[in-house]
């Protein structure tokens, strides 16, 4: 095999505040792996390729403490060595299943439907209905999954000039996780990369500062809301779960669920006010489709564009030889727009045979823990919106939106007219 034949022309950098599906093409075309020589990695866009290396966590390793971001990680996640994000093995099965069975099970997610999510939305559009025209962006998917989890965390959902600052404190750390996880801070790392690691390590130190007095008042386990029941399991984890274990758990559920969500409610209603016999199948059938359509928008925009893992041992994917310590990045959107694996692979169908066979929650021992809550969220975001605004259209008087982001994409602005 020669090096032109593993080594992509372009890199997947450099499809950055664009749609990257021609690159993930070109992927495609040399076999569904190939290696990127700006980011230090295979990139991995076959749908089975993708599923084989999500689903050996031993071989294809979560990489964070193994990169040279390592010592950022650390300090971003209080320099707790048992952050969740560093568990492996027994300790990570453990917390794992614990999420998934107890704290974010179907029947909790159920519940939290009723009680916390509908009632928010309601909420949001009562405050929009005198609106003429708004940013569904900025005015609406930024402010759904930030209010339910500060009701969840238990910080002030009404006061959302306050939760806008939670946010973007948050959404530093979210930069930070886009330029590490494109391995943009291994090497010589550019000034601006190091920049955004600065700034996520100072908005981590004041988000602390924001959830620890939470944290340390429901230590008695007591309660019905989610930090109480941090407290009640930890010991699945850890016999010893304290403090800092619960504000790292809690700071987990942030920023894996606000900013994907946020992206995806997007990433749907984009797809709606561009294609209108979608929006007529969606509106005017809803309850047939509805769950459908939040599939389709989650294989093909997902938000979370890759994952990024280390080989422990070397091994082979499609005839390509992966050394010990080489890096993949799994293009996971580009394995749901697999020709070989969908027809008509990039086109939204609500027909499909297996809707939920997509990989944008990631696939295997550590798959999305917020699926079902992330699932409820669009349902309840698009329903509601377009029971409320159902002639909202793009306004073509304001910016246009488009494709932006790295690691999570979306496109914004999206400037509507109500009706
Ligand atoms: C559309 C929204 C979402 C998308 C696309 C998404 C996607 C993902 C993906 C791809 C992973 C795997 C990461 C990896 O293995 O490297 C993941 C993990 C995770 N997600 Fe989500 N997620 C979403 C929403 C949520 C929500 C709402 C929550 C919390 C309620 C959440 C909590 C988590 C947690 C805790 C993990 C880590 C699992 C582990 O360590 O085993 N996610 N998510």
């Known amino acids: 095999m020669t090096a032109e034949s593993i080594t992509l022309e372009s890199s997947y950098w450099d499809t950055a505040d ?42 294809f390793q979560h990489p964070y403490m193994s990169m040279k971001a390592g ?207 979608l929006m007529a199948q969606v509106r005017d059938e809803g309850s047939r489709y509805l769950d459908r359509f939040v599939e389709e928008v989650l294989r093909l925009n997902g938000s979370i564009q890759f994952r990024p893992r280390r080989a422990s041992a070397s091994t082979e994917l499609n005839g390509k030889s992966i050394a010990q310590g080489d890096m993949l990045t799994v293009a996971i959107i580009g394995a749901n727009r697999d020709p070989r694996h969908y027809g008509c692979p990039h086109a939204v169908d609500l027909e499909r045979a297996r809707p939920h066979d997509h990989l944008a929650f990631a696939y295997g021992p550590r798959t999305c823990l917020g699926a079902h809550l992330a699932r409820a969220e669009i349902a309840s975001a698009v329903s509601k919106m377009l029971v409320r605004f159902p002639a909202m259209r793009l306004d073509p008087s304001r910016p246009a939106p488009a494709f932006s982001g790295f690691l999570m994409r979306s496109w914004r602005p999206l400037h509507v007219l109500a009706g």
Request: with cysteine; aromatic share 10%; hydrophobic share 40%.
């Open 18 to 59: 664009k749609p990257p599906f021609d690159f993930y093409e070109e992927v495609q075309s040399m076999g569904g792996i190939a290696w990127d020589d700006r980011m230090r990695s295979w990139i991995v866009a076959n749908y089975n390729l993708a599923q084989e290396v999500l689903k050996d966590d031993e071989l």
């Open 71 to 277: 010592g950022d990680y650390m300090k971003i996640r209080s320099d707790n060595p048992r952050s969740s994000m560093f568990l492996k093995g027994e300790r990570h099965r453990a917390f794992h299943k614990w999420w998934l069975v107890e704290l974010l099970s179907p029947k909790v997610v159920r519940e939290y439907r009723k009680d916390l999510v509908d009632p928010w939305i309601d909420h949001l559009i009562k405050g929009l209905e005198d609106r003429p025209a708004f940013d569904l962006v900025e005015d609406f998917a930024e402010r759904v999954p930030m209010g339910i989890f500060a009701q969840l965390l238990g910080l002030p959902q009404h006061d959302h000039a306050y939760l806008d600052h939670v946010k973007a404190l948050n959404d530093a750390i979210g930069r930070f996780a886009s330029v590490a996880n494109a391995l943009q801070l291994e090497g010589e790392a550019s000034a601006e990369a190091r920049r955004v690691a600065d700034e996520a390590i100072a908005a981590a130190e004041e988000l602390n500062d924001i959830l620890k007095p939470l944290v340390s008042e429901r230590k008695n386990g007591e309660g019905s809301d989610f930090i109480s029941q941090l407290w009640r399991g930890g010991h699945r984890v850890f016999d010893d779960w304290n403090e800092l274990d619960t504000l790292d758990a809690c700071r987990r559920l942030l920023f894996a669920g606000v900013d994907t969500t946020t992206h995806a409610i997007s990433n749907a209603f984009h797809m709606l006010l561009t294609d209108d016999s």
